[in-house]
């Protein structure tokens, strides 16, 4: 199915093609010397700005219908052209905008794929980090009891020094 842009360019083209006829058909009925190819070349070279002059109307209505005929027809023909050439570029950068977007969605893919790898990394390393944690925190616990165990047996241990200590002197004195 033809689209709306699609239709639009058909019908610029059809515009130009309809105003070359046009003119091939009133300049091969004014100028009684000219053959449908004299009318057809003269207007496709006058229409594209090209005029070689080596065909040029001879009667008085011939010149003012051709002097008319270019005015609006250059006009009308650079308009639908450029319409139509807007139309191709416009495609090729959609074409091309579609390409780079196929290639970069694997880039893409291949950075998600590594963020999720990135993802199961980290949370293996926090699952790991909370159990030694909490092995920490439970010989953290051990090592305070013990500490304090030590503690008692040092002041325990320091008592005795002193006592020793003390019954040193005395047994020296």
Same mark, same amino acid.
């Not at 689209?3 to 009925?29: C, H, P, Q």
């Not at 496709?44 to 219908?65: C, R």
């Not at 949370?123 to 503690?151: P, S, W, Y």
């Given at each position: 199915? !033809?689209? &709306?842009? #699609?239709? %639009?360019?058909?019908?610029?083209?059809?515009?130009? +093609?309809?105003?070359?006829?046009?003119?091939?058909?009133?300049?091969?009925?004014?100028?009684?010397?000219?053959?449908?190819?004299?009318? /057809?070349? +003269?207007?496709?070279?006058?229409?594209?700005?090209?005029?070689?002059?080596? !065909?040029?109307?001879?009667?008085?209505?011939?010149?003012?219908?051709?002097?008319?005929?270019?005015?609006?027809?250059?006009?009308?023909?650079?308009?639908?052209?450029? /319409?139509?050439?807007?139309? +191709?570029?416009?495609?090729?950068?959609?074409?091309?905008?579609?390409?780079?977007?196929? $290639?970069?969605?694997?880039?893409?893919?291949?950075?998600?794929?590594?963020?999720?790898?990135? *993802?199961?990394?980290?949370?293996?390393?926090?699952?790991?980090?909370?159990?030694?944690?909490?092995?920490?925190?439970?010989?953290?616990? %051990?090592?305070?009891?013990?500490?304090? %165990? $030590? &503690?008692?047996?040092?002041? #325990?241990?320091?008592?005795?020094? *002193?006592?020793?200590?003390?019954?040193?002197?005395?047994?020296?004195?």
């Amino acid at each position: 199915m !033809i689209s &709306a842009r #699609d239709w %639009k360019v058909v019908n610029a083209v059809v515009v130009v +093609f309809l105003w070359i006829f046009l003119g091939t058909i009133m300049f091969w009925s004014l100028e009684s010397t000219w053959t449908l190819i004299d009318s /057809f070349y +003269f207007s496709v070279s006058s229409l594209t700005t090209v005029g070689y002059g080596d !065909i040029t109307p001879s009667s008085q209505l011939g010149k003012l219908i051709a002097a008319l005929y270019i005015l609006f027809g250059v006009g009308i023909v650079l308009a639908s052209l450029g /319409f139509v050439g807007k139309e +191709f570029l416009s495609r090729e950068e959609l074409k091309i905008r579609r390409s780079y977007y196929r $290639e970069n969605k694997h880039k893409g893919d291949e950075v998600s794929s590594q963020i999720e790898s990135v *993802k199961k990394i980290l949370r293996k390393n926090t699952k790991e980090l909370k159990q030694q944690a909490e092995i920490i925190q439970k010989d953290e616990k %051990k090592i305070k009891a013990v500490a304090r %165990k $030590e &503690a008692l047996d040092k002041k #325990d241990l320091d008592l005795k020094i *002193k006592t020793t200590k003390k019954l040193v002197r005395k047994s020296k004195k």
